[in-house]
């Protein structure tokens, strides 16, 4: 009688098979993946610590801005990984996730985890943006088209993220969360095309320009590139940690439900005191597993 | 220069705190989970032993 029923069998991949003690634990991070994440998060150290060196003592400083321009070095790159990795694979995994045939809850775990990471870069990049803005124009805060839209997109994630919270089934979660993170990127495209359609204080795109030419050159544009790679790699390895935490929470959040109708089912069978006791209408038998999904 | 700096720390701050905050939350999940485990083990081989008493 140890065979799991299939009502308890979990609707989304991936998840392993129950065990003869008929609790199914998470699916286990496999050792391949624990190396992977690894690799990445130390390349993704050893490149901040590059670009940081670089950044501050070996790149010369620029004819106009000064040592100013040594915040170019990491201030496009968080704006790279927040607007256009982040809230672009949120979108991907959004529409992903809306598509019948691609229809898994881990899209939907993976736009959460890309938001949640995504939110922390946009933070990053106003504030690094308020740090140039100050010497350069003088305050912390323009009301700037470019400036405005990235505050914009950052409330709208947030909101996203506010959303997730509020206590619901896991498809209804991820079908609203999906429809708001698509509603939330149409503002990616406006914040970057802001410094083209109207006249902002922030300077033009200096890599990701229509013609995509660099605008700088020698160690500074190298300079630039590397912390373009190494944020990308921060942003990789917060992603693959927070998706696995997107993991264990719903499978606690799963089988918090299943604890408590097993509880109420033992509830029930001690005061029937007979052998319907979770077992199968009819058989009289008792059965081993006990309702956690 | 102390906003070059300044802009440094804040943002390497910033990234270094939520990897930590991040790693620190999985490693609690992976105790919940552990635990939850063990009890739900526990909390399954009772109502059979009930039901096999009866």
Not at chain 1, 15 to 33: C, F, I, L, W
Not at chain 1, 194 to 214: C, I
Not at chain 2, 39 to 50: E, F, H, L, M, Q
Request: charged share 15%; aromatic share 10%; with cysteine.
């Amino acid at each position: 009688m140890s065979t799991p029923s299939t009502a308890d069998a979990p609707t989304h991949p991936p998840e392993p098979a129950a065990t003869n003690t008929g609790v199914t634990p998470p699916p286990a991070q496999s050792a391949r993946s624990r190396t992977t994440e690894r690799v990445i998060g130390v390349l993704a150290l050893v490149g901040t610590v590059c670009t940081v060196w670089l950044g501050l003592w070996v790149t010369p400083p620029d004819r106009t801005q000064g040592d100013l321009v040594r915040l170019v070095y990491i201030h496009p790159g968080v704006a790279w990984v927040a607007l256009y990795l982040a809230f672009g694979l949120a979108a991907v995994s959004s529409v992903l996730y809306l598509w019948p045939r691609t229809r898994s809850l881990f899209w939907d775990r993976l736009a959460a985890a890309a938001v949640e990471v995504g939110v922390v870069f946009n933070i990053c990049t106003l504030v690094s943006g308020s740090i140039w803005g100050k010497p350069t124009w003088g305050v912390w805060w323009a009301w700037d088209a470019r400036l405005t839209l990235t505050a914009v997109l950052l409330v709208l994630f947030l909101g996203y993220l506010a959303l997730r919270r509020i206590p619901a089934e896991p498809e209804v979660r991820a079908r609203r969360s999906a429809f708001v993170a698509l509603f939330a990127v149409i503002d990616v495209p406006l914040v970057h095309f802001s410094v083209n359609w109207w006249n902002t204080l922030h300077q033009g795109a200096t890599v990701l320009n229509p013609g995509l030419t660099l605008k700088i050159h020698g160690s500074m544009a190298w300079t630039l590139l590397l912390g373009f790679a190494a944020l990308t790699l921060v942003f990789v390895w917060m992603l693959l940690v927070r998706y696995r935490i997107g993991v264990l929470e719903d499978w606690l959040d799963a089988n918090e439900l299943g604890a408590a109708l097993a509880e109420r089912q033992a509830e029930g069978a001690d005061r029937a005191g007979g052998p319907l006791a979770g077992g199968h209408p009819g058989d009289g038998a008792p059965t081993e597993r006990v309702g956690v999904a | 220069m102390r906003y070059v700096i300044a802009g440094y720390v804040v943002i390497l701050t910033l990234l270094f705190l939520y990897s930590v905050q991040l790693v620190w939350r999985r490693r609690r999940l992976n105790r919940t989970v552990a635990r939850a485990v063990s009890a739900g083990r526990s909390a399954v081989a009772a109502p059979s032993d009930t039901g096999r008493a009866a």
